[in-house]
């Protein structure tokens, strides 16, 4: 089984529909991320989270939410999707310790289209 | 502000060498990684530089020059199975990473 899962891994959707993007890791990591993938614009931090009780905005928060139910589960939502917001959605996690040379892992990302 | 920036294509041919730089203006720094993504796949971590200098890992090296703000990848024997893009992130102090947009390598016979 993988290490960081994400579901769904394929999903179309219709404009102003609420959708959750879901990540569940085994690894035991604190830190977890939430980053979208555009062509020529690389990967954008949504949001990302610390520990349960700590969430913070990234890059491009706007018409997203997300939920951090546990370690091992953070969710990305959005609220009402729009065209714009078609891409691929990558989580992440570290382990917030380590070192700081230790490297992200990434889950196998969930492409999302917005109709 | 944040900048990153790397070359968005480069082709090289197989069994020869390859550098991919990458330039970045940042708030904070805590080392900077460079990641390779098949396409259609998740990145992978490659390698990390934190102080100024080389380091090796196999047939991929990574520089850093924090003063001039400047990285590169180096890439050696190429193989075909090394046709990606790559990515050059910086970790801020926070530990959240920036990404830049990537540079898609094609290897060719």
């Known amino acids: 089984d993988a290490d960081v899962t994400q579901t769904p891994r394929n999903r179309i959707t219709k404009t102003g529909k609420r959708i959750m993007l879901e990540c569940s890791q085994t690894k035991g990591h604190d830190r ?7 062509p020529g614009l690389g990967l954008r931090l949504i949001y990302y989270s610390f520990d349960v009780k700590d969430i913070n905005k990234g890059e491009i928060s706007d018409g997203y939410s997300v939920s951090r139910q546990a370690q091992a589960k953070f969710s990305l939502s959005l609220e009402s999707a729009i065209p714009n917001q078609t891409a691929l959605y990558f989580c992440a996690t570290h382990p917030g310790t380590g070192g700081p040379g230790y490297g992200y892992t990434f889950g196998s990302g969930t492409r999302l289209t917005v109709v | ?18 550098q991919i730089n990458c330039t970045y203006q940042t708030s904070g720094f805590n080392g900077l990684f460079w990641y390779q993504q098949h396409a259609g796949e998740a990145p992978t971590f490659l390698s990390y530089n934190v102080l100024d200098g080389l380091e090796e890992k196999g047939r991929f090296s990574s520089f850093l020059s924090r003063s001039k703000g400047y990285s590169y990848l ?14 050059c992130a910086v970790s801020r102090f926070s530990n959240d990473m920036r990404f830049g947009a990537g540079t898609r390598l094609t290897v060719k016979p």
Do not use: C, F, H
């Open chain 2, 1 to 18: 502000g944040q900048n990153i920036d790397q070359p968005t294509e480069m082709t090289a041919t197989e069994g020869a060498i390859v």
């Open chain 2, 74 to 87: 180096l890439l050696k024997e190429l193989q075909m199975k090394d046709s990606a893009s790559y990515l």
């Open chain 1, 32 to 38: 977890m991320y939430w980053y979208r993938q555009d």
